[in-house]
């Protein structure tokens, strides 16, 4: 389903770039890596090629059948001579009426392969996330270790301004200690933060394909409609509720499927047969006929399964009314998310500034003797404190800004412009849909477009 409702969020990702190897460091390239090297997208796309295949098995049930047969026997007559019997026979059969059970197969597999085109949105959606979320997971950590790595300087220079001016007698042996368990702090704190980083970086690789090398910051996605609008436009284009509508699809036409086994099956037949005895000459015989059969009493079976589809009808009608509430409330939580995270980011922003004015005050008052070591400390770890809340926030805030295009549905390489070569859903249904056989020119060619895919 082409989705180009709103204004794309192709500004967002800077796609441009001077080389491919810059290219590699930005958000964009990791959502390109991600999108090229998943496993689930394969996944899915393989679960929609079964699917059009459903509708190639429909297609051929409505076409005549042609099989054949042979067979040697040897057995005695009455008089206990031996006789070799050789029968060989084509036959022929194409079943006319079948209540509509056929065509309304046919429309049903139609509908699951639909279907089936929303889950592949829905995995590509989750695919991009992802790929977003393992990139700000990096970027955080590496600039957490970063703090960390700043911290330790500071405390270290602490803890020799200490020992100095415990060596002329301003502090005492206490002020030394505290600034050496301030440092000996900090480092364990660096070691965890490198570890995070490692961590980050593993799942960086899972997500998008290739390891992290200097990441680039992040712009957040241009959301490029309000609430209501998303809301709306959610509820009508989310993959997860267009699926859920084409599953309902399939079920009703599975009642009818149901339904038809009550009614009679006509089939034709035909078949062409050649006898030799012993060696003999061939005798000859073609028949064809019409046969009409239908059910007249069944166990209960037939009733069973009616009952049975207009349950799984009302399980998928069902299903699409929790659905459209979960993608509702997905829209409301990402907008919601998406505000507190803009004011936690201006309000850490805020934060830091006045933290690192009072840091700077503070060492400053200690230099003049008003203010002991014990209140430098407590000052640098405001100050990394406020500093570690504002990365973390500004990180918030991008993930927040995608989660809303994901939660609409619009979080999709062809709304980001993503420079990928899509799945072409449309392509390989054409291809099987008519059901070729292998041998034909279509046949081949179909063959050769999976061979390219293995």
């Not at 000996?184 to 980050?200: E, F, K, N, Y």
Request: a negative charge; hydrophobic letters at 45%; zero cysteines.
């Amino acid at each position: 389903m082409f989705r180009k409702t709103f204004a794309s969020a192709a500004a967002v990702v800077a796609l441009i770039i001077a080389s491919p190897a810059a290219f590699a460091e930005t958000l964009g390239g990791a959502l390109v890596s991600a999108y090229n090297s998943s496993g689930l997208l394969d996944q899915n796309r393989a679960v929609l090629r079964a699917a059009d295949e459903d509708v190639a098995s429909a297609m051929a049930s409505l076409r005549p059948t042609l099989s054949y047969s042979a067979n040697a026997t040897h057995s005695p007559d009455n008089t206990g001579a031996e006789y070799w019997t050789e029968t060989y026979s084509l036959i022929s059969q194409l079943t006319l009426y079948q209540g509509g059970a056929n065509k309304l197969a046919l429309d049903a597999s139609k509908e699951l392969v639909l279907g089936a085109r929303e889950d592949l949105i829905a995995a590509e959606q989750n695919v991009l996330l992802n790929a977003v979320s393992a990139y700000l997971g990096v970027r955080t950590a590496q600039e957490f270790v970063n703090l960390r790595q700043s911290n330790v300087r500071v405390l270290s220079e602490e803890l020799r301004a200490a020992q100095d001016r415990f060596s002329v007698g301003e502090v005492t042996r206490t002020d030394v200690s505290l600034a050496e368990a301030q440092l000996a702090s900090a480092r364990s704190l660096l070691a965890v933060a490198q570890g995070d980083l490692i961590q980050a970086q593993e799942q960086y690789r899972v997500a998008v394909g290739t390891a992290p090398v200097s990441l680039q910051s992040a712009p957040r996605a241009d959301v490029g409609m309000t609430q209501d609008a998303a809301t709306e436009y959610a509820l009508r284009e989310h993959p997860s509720i267009v699926s859920v509508q084409h599953a309902i699809a399939a079920a009703e036409l599975g009642v009818r499927i149901a339904q038809a086994s009550n009614m009679p099956s006509v089939d034709l037949s035909a078949s062409f047969t050649e006898r030799r005895v012993d060696g003999g000459s061939f005798n000859d015989s073609t028949s064809y006929g019409v046969s009409v059969s239908g059910p007249i009493y069944a166990g209960g079976a037939i009733s069973s399964a009616v009952r049975k589809a207009n349950a799984q009808r009302d399980q998928a009608r069902a299903g699409l009314h929790l659905t459209t509430l979960s993608v509702e409330q997905g829209v409301t939580n990402a907008f919601s998310n998406y505000r507190a995270a803009v004011a936690a980011s201006e309000a850490y922003r805020q934060g830091v500034a006045a933290a690192q004015l009072a840091f700077d005050g503070v060492r400053e008052e200690a230099a003049a003797g008003s203010r002991t070591t014990i209140d430098v400390l407590n000052a640098e770890q405001s100050l990394l404190d406020a500093r570690a809340n504002l990365v973390q926030a500004n990180a918030n805030v991008v993930l927040a800004s995608y989660n809303i295009l994901y939660a609409t549905g619009l979080l999709t390489a062809e709304h980001l412009n993503l420079p990928v070569t899509q799945y072409d859903v449309i392509g390989h249904y054409n291809m099987v849909a008519n059901a070729p056989i292998r041998s034909s020119a279509q046949g081949r060619a179909l063959d050769r477009v999976l061979q390219a895919l293995e």
